[in-house]
């Protein structure tokens, strides 16, 4: 069996078996379920993407693929079906990013924290943003993604979520929540970051940042100005040119390439294979980041952990905020130590037999 070796006859086959039978009895007799992630549409009609795939493995194959032993997704029926040009859809949108959400509460609070209704504006305007925001891919969206109708539900469920708010909430998530509250506490800065985010949507600078480490922004990289600034500031850091003249420019001045927060050198602790190199963090936080050149005075020498480190959390710690929790720890484990080996040296001595001395 060579799963997903499938021709476009087989899979228009299945289609047919399908309109034939009609959706109930195919998927009975296949045991498939109903599409949850990805839909097939053909000829104006949606299918089940899974199943006829599955099924189209009959023909080509001499037996169609059973349910469990293939995914609906992007890894196999929904990459196989596009692979032969057939049409793939969401069969849902995808949940809310921070930054969407961002944006849609920056509107709720300018509206006084009420919802608005879907024929506002203000609304459509936001749905037209959202569409262009670089979060989301367009496999995964279908032709209700973001639309003023869904936008103006997302307001409500954040208005609903506000303390002063006597009702019930609507539904919403923990993550309409979490950014509500940020704007609640900050309110300045998380108008800021919105702007920012607009700004760099209008300009076209947000779009052409790479989403390669997205994966390890989600798991490891704690900011609460969103996905697409972060990106902005990872790019900014990773510029190969500017850490260059960073670097010089230090070396030209006498320094040296050690970690400004813990003081690691990597070609002191690795020699030659460590020469030139350290990590660049930049220094100006996320919501005052705005278009513009990066200084060098806006970027230190950071090592990988340090750099790890600060990002992990937010509020992110400034290099010289890390340094000093880093020498308060230090200070109280040698003071520990002391105190332990005195101790030591004490219980020694009281047990010490007076005749070994
Ligand atoms: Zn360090
Ligand atoms: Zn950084």
Partial sequence: MHKGAITRESVLKAIAEHDKWGREAFLEEYHFGKARSYVLVH?????DSKAIAGVAHKWDQGRALAPGEFSGGKDHAAAWLKRLGF????AQNPDWARDEIILACNLVMANGWKGLDAQDGRVIELS???QLLPIHADADRNETFRNPNGVARKTFDIATRHPDYRGKPTKGGALDVDVLHEFLARPDQMTEVARLIREGISTGELQD???????ELDDDFSAPEGRLLLRRHRARERNKELRKKKIDSVLQRGGTL???ACGFDFEEVYGERGAGYVECHHVVPLHEAGEGKTKLSDLALICANCHRMI????????????????EDRRASR?????IGQQRGEAAEGSTT???QR
């Fill in 43 to 47: 000829d104006g009609q949606e299918y």
């Fill in 87 to 90: 049409q793939v859809k969401a």
């Fill in 128 to 130: 037209a943003l959202l």
């Fill in 209 to 215: 940042l790479v989403q390669a480490d997205d994966g």
């Fill in 258 to 260: 050690a970690c400004e």
């Fill in 311 to 326: 990002h992990r959390r937010a509020p992110w710690p400034t290099p010289a905020e890390l340094r000093t929790t880093i």
């Fill in 334 to 338: 040698l003071h520990g130590a002391v």
């Fill in 353 to 355: 037999p007076e005749g």
